[in-house]
Nanobody, 123 residues
């Protein structure tokens, strides 16, 4: 069982930056695939970024490529999402997700989810 707790959300102006953190419980964090998803009001949850357990492979949604960076610190049981050049359309609740064996961009591949953190991009 893995518990995930996100933090770092908030209100930021367009063009600004935020760094989200996701702290995971469990001694096997280093073997888990980690992902970030987001859900805007009235829209379905969508993939943002994912990183394999080794940190070698990372994938991003086209809408965030070049602006967002996913990283992980296995010693701290934490995964991060650095978000730069934020746009109003990035406004959403951001969720951290984990899975012990699978990797991909579909939310159905992830067994564990955090409670979400709100990101609002507005002037």
């Amino acid at each position: 069982q893995v518990q995930l707790v996100e933090s770092g959300g908030g209100l930021v102006q367009p063009g600004g930056s935020l760094r989200l953190s996701c702290a995971a419980s469990g001694r096997t964090f280093s073997t888990y695939t980690m992902g970030w998803f987001r859900q805007a009001p009235g829209k379905e949850r969508e993939f943002v970024a994912a990183v394999r357990w080794s940190g070698v492979r990372m994938d991003y949604a086209d809408s965030v490529k070049g602006r967002f960076t996913i990283s992980r610190d296995n010693a701290k049981n934490t995964v991060y999402l650095q978000m730069n050049s934020l746009k109003p359309e990035d406004t959403a609740v951001y969720y951290c997700a984990a899975d012990s064996t699978r990797y991909g961009t579909s939310s159905s591949l992830y067994a564990y989810w955090g409670q979400g953190t709100q990101v609002t991009v507005s002037s």
